[in-house]
């Protein structure tokens, strides 16, 4: 069974500080992708990155960096230069094949 | 371009009326579809996938049951709703099965239930 773990239900940080949201997962399926996905208070689930298992390199989307270190299972998402607008709840999770299973979510304050 | 409609937008029923929500995706074939559960303030649960017409997995046992009649339409139904099935509920497709990564997927707008 796959299982993914957000420990930091809530964080505030500080506008233009990098933020990092931890992210530990445990499967025992050789081959997977990782997600996160931001939802604002509006409810909209919005992609933000994904990490194939067999990928060699972290992968990286504008201002969203997956921290991928594969052998202690984490995947934890590194927001560089934080903004306002990016103050919501971020949901990390794990797919393979058919379904993907979320964590609880962390949600981030960012302070002006 | 694909998109996802789910609809109504917001719902409030009695206990112990009926259900349906409706969900429906364009712009792609034979997608894999699913039935989240999210309450206020906590993360997503998985209700209900479905890889195929009339293919239908359930993820929690309850007194919800979820029916695909087309290949990309997907309803979610209850015959008594209870105060504790209130919450948002998001529909999401994604591509049929590509490897054993998984594909990202994307979420309909969602529909939040009241039930009093």
């Known amino acids: 069974a796959q299982k993914i773990t957000q420990t930091q239900p809530g964080m505030f940080v500080q506008e233009k500080e990098a933020v990092t949201l931890d992210c530990t997962y445990d499967t025992s399926d050789p081959s997977y992708g990782l997600f996160w996905y931001k939802q604002p208070s509006s409810g909209e689930m919005i992609f933000l990155i994904y990490q194939g298992s067999y990928d060699q390199q972290n992968a990286t989307e504008g201002r969203y960096s997956l921290n991928f270190q594969k052998a202690r299972k984490s995947a934890n998402l590194v927001i560089s230069a934080s903004q306002l607008g990016d103050s919501a709840m971020y949901f990390c999770a794990i797919a393979r094949w058919d379904k993907i299973i979320f964590g609880k979510g962390t949600r981030l304050h960012i302070l002006p | 371009s694909q998109t996802i409609h789910q609809w109504p937008a917001t719902l409030v029923q009695p206990v112990g009326s009926p259900l349906s929500l409706e969900c429906t995706v364009e712009g792609t074939s034979n997608p894999n579809l699913y039935w989240y559960r999210q309450a206020a303030g906590r993360g997503l649960q998985l209700l209900f996938y479905s890889v195929g017409i009339g293919q239908i997995s359930s993820e929690v046992p309850q007194n919800l049951s979820a029916s695909r009649p087309q290949d990309r339409q997907f309803i979610l139904s209850s015959k008594k709703l209870l105060l504790s099935d209130s919450g948002f509920y998001l529909c999401?497709?994604?591509?049929?099965?590509?490897?054993?990564?998984?594909?990202?997927?994307?979420f309909g707008p969602g529909t939040r239930l009241t039930v009093l």
């Open positions: 999401a497709w994604s591509s049929s099965l590509t490897s054993g990564g998984g594909d990202e997927q994307f």
